[in-house]
């Protein structure tokens, strides 16, 4: 009997033995993104593919001007005779801004517009589009203003700049340059290859065709919050340009 029971213990101290080694790996905690390379696998929504081979990363030109937080507010501050269809145009660029920041993120990076709020509430929006008139010099239709922490300030303007040639101002145009500024606004440079580009961030629109909120884009911006994907310190974002090819 005693020494059929050896077996058995050796057996079980094997188990023992096995088990120790085994579970502290299998419960090693996910990783919750890298801070480099690819970032799709962060991100919860399928966005179409754009033609930029990469992004910029704005704080790589501009130390400081990212994000420490995540519910992020925008307000519109428009001049007096702005039409009710140019406001519409800038409101809805926000709105998909903020459904797409929802979709892929999974609520964790939210952007919340507080125009028509209490005035103190717009006062201290994180990011301000304001919509002037004749803002900037000829060919200009947006332009982000980056302070020492994020880029909160979007000048747009409300006339047409006679060099960009689309008389009238269609508000379907002016949404799109809001699109654009607010993207520069979370993080966003511009695409690498600037001219043939219609990704959002590219200048290859309209000429090429409508601008392309992508993939990228959002691969970029969570390259962009890597401090929170990682579940790390804040961290300013690595290195660019992003890789559009990754995923
Ligand atoms: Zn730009």
Redesign the pocket.
């Known amino acids: 009997m005693r020494i059929k029971r050896i077996p058995i213990i050796v057996f079980i101290l094997a188990a023992l033995v096995l088990s120790v080694l085994i579970v502290p790996s299998s419960v090693q905690a996910k990783p919750r993104g890298p801070s480099t390379g690819n970032t799709a696998s962060v991100v919860t929504c399928h966005l179409p593919e754009s033609n930029a081979e990469g992004l910029e990363i704005l704080s790589n030109y501009y130390p400081g001007y990212w994000w420490d937080h995540t519910d992020l507010t925008i307000a519109v501050q428009a001049h007096p005779n702005a039409s009710e269809d140019q406001l519409e145009a800038i409101h809805e660029a926000i709105a998909t801004w903020s459904e797409v920041l929802d979709k892929c993120f999974d609520g964790a990076i939210t952007l919340t517009d507080v125009t028509g709020t209490l005035k103190s509430e717009q006062k201290a929006a994180d990011i301000v589009v304001h919509y002037v008139p004749r803002a900037g010099g000829v060919v200009f239709g947006?332009?982000?203003i980056c302070g020492d922490h994020g880029c909160p300030n979007i000048l747009v303007r409300s006339d047409l700049p006679p060099s960009l040639d689309r008389d009238p101002y269609e508000p379907e145009y002016l949404g799109w340059v809001t699109l654009?500024?607010i993207?520069?606004a979370l993080g966003l440079?511009?695409a690498t290859n600037l001219l043939e580009s219609t990704d959002l961030?590219g200048?290859g629109w309209p000429d090429l065709g409508d601008p392309v909120l992508s993939d990228c884009d959002i691969d970029a911006l969570a390259f962009v919050f890597a401090w929170l994907f990682e579940g790390s310190d804040l961290h300013p974002p690595a290195e660019g340009p992003y890789d559009c090819s990754l995923d």
């Open positions: 947006g332009y982000a654009h500024e993207g520069h440079g511009h961030m200048y």
